[in-house]
Each structure stands twice: as C-alpha cells, then as structure tokens.
C-alpha cells in the first residue's frame, strides 16, 4: 500500500498522468471520471496544475479487508501542509487508490462555524 501511495506521489511530481490513470487509481474511481464524461489525464492534470515540488510523508496504515487507508502530511511549494487520508482497495492488480485527499480531523477539532 506504501509503495502505491508513493508511486502515485513521484508520478504526481514528474506530472506523469498516464502512470496515475494506468497503474494507480482504482477502476471503480476511473469509472466515477469517466461517468462525468473527463478523461483521467485531463481530470488529474486539472487537479494537480498548481502542485509545485509536491513532498510526502506516510504515516498509519490501517488495513481492513480489502480496504485500507494511509494517512499523509503532503505540502507543495507556496501552499499549506495538510494531513489527509487516502482510501485504497486491493484489486486483481494489485492496491490501488480509490479515494485521494480525506482531510483528517484533528483530535479535539469541532466541525462547524467555529463560533
């Protein structure tokens, strides 16, 4: 599950949309971008035109089945760190990711207006 988080984080960085849409994401997400009528490249390549010297940092690893979930502490160059969880799913391929970027709540942290 690491080595497909960090695949797709050394993919995202050399802006190689094939290899994310190929060998990365989960059929039932492609088919989700594919249903909204957007190509995979297009839609990653949309997604990430403004991610300058993207970093990663894996950290918990929790596997339930055929489902998992990493958390990360990404950054990029001019933006905020963030802690996000990726949700992968173990295919006939092999992990793949089938969700990217779930913010993850800090301990404590209310949701809401914060008043």
Known sequence: MQ???EQFAKAAAARDYKTIC???LAPALLARLAAAGIPCPQAI????????NPTLSIGRVTVSGNNASVIT????R???????SIQLVKTGAGWRI????SPVARPGARSGTGR
């Open 45 to 52: 390549q949309l997604g990430l035109r403004r991610v300058k």
């Open 98 to 101: 089938s969700s990217l970027g």
């Open 3 to 5: 080595s497909k988080v």
């Open 22 to 24: 190929d060998q990365v």
């Open 78 to 84: 001019g933006q905020l760190a963030s802690l996000q």
């Open 73 to 76: 502490l990404t950054s990029a």
